[in-house]
């Protein structure tokens, strides 16, 4: 069964230092998502991504965060500098059209330090 | 605004026994309604799903009812295993992003 993978699995960073979080989502779809889950509190949305182009984004995603789609099988998230309060599980997920099931990936755990 | 609420956790219960978790939601006009469970160590799971009012998802023996005069969609299980102890999220998408409520942890004891 096709599914989303995620890369790494936890990546510790210090403060200030970028990171670049990837994802690959399912093969036939055609909308991304992140969403980020601090720890203990609940999954928050983050950024859709479309035709290569951001559809919609959160108050959360400033301009710390971008989404890109390098080729024709990943999808990242860049957070240029690191705050402790990034430190999070980071779910990437895609859906094969608009408003259809999100697939979700099991998450990079990021730690700032 | 769009958003859900569900109960506080954790919830303890012991094996066989039911479970009921409650879910509102606000939303403006008609969402699809899901169960996200998470196991531990786990990402996110869809359990379960509604598109429309009245409809009822149901998945692993677990199922939930899309009220809209209530705006509620509570999950529900008969009979609970120790394997079903994992966080559930109840959550709702108006149209592309997911809203999610905060989880309920539920434990489940032998």
């Known amino acids: 069964e096709p599914e989303v993978t995620q890369t790494p699995s936890h990546q510790v960073t210090q403060m200030g230092q970028e990171v670049i979080l990837r994802c690959v989502p399912i093969s036939n779809h055609l909308y991304f998502y992140w969403y980020r889950q601090i720890l203990g509190q609940k999954v928050e949305f983050l950024v859709s991504?479309?035709?290569?182009?951001?559809?919609?984004k959160s108050e959360i995603f400033d301009d710390q965060f971008s989404v890109e789609r390098p080729d024709g099988s990943n999808f990242t998230l860049k957070i240029r500098s690191t705050k402790l309060e990034d430190s999070a599980m980071y779910f990437c997920?895609?859906?094969?059209?608009?408003?259809?099931?999100?697939?979700f990936g099991p998450g990079t755990r990021l730690t700032v330090t | 605004g769009n958003s859900v609420t569900q109960m506080e956790g954790p919830v303890t219960l012991s094996e066989e026994a039911f479970l009921t978790i409650n879910c509102t939601y606000t939303a403006t006009g008609y969402p699809s309604l899901f169960w996200y469970v998470q196991y531990p160590g786990e990402g996110l799971q869809l359990l379960l799903k509604?598109?429309?009012?009245?409809d009822k998802g149901s998945n692993k023996g677990f199922e939930a009812t899309y009220r809209k005069e209530t705006t509620s969609f509570h999950l529900e299980k008969g009979s609970v295993q120790v394997s079903d102890s994992a966080v559930y999220f109840c959550?709702?998408?108006?149209?592309?992003?997911?809203?999610f409520g905060k989880g309920t942890r539920l434990h489940i004891l032998p």
């Open positions: 991504f479309y035709n290569n182009e951001i559809s919609e």
């Open positions: 509604a598109t429309k009012a009245d």
């Open positions: 997920a895609s859906s094969e059209a608009r408003g259809h099931e999100q697939y």
């Open positions: 959550a709702l998408t108006p149209r592309d992003k997911i809203i």
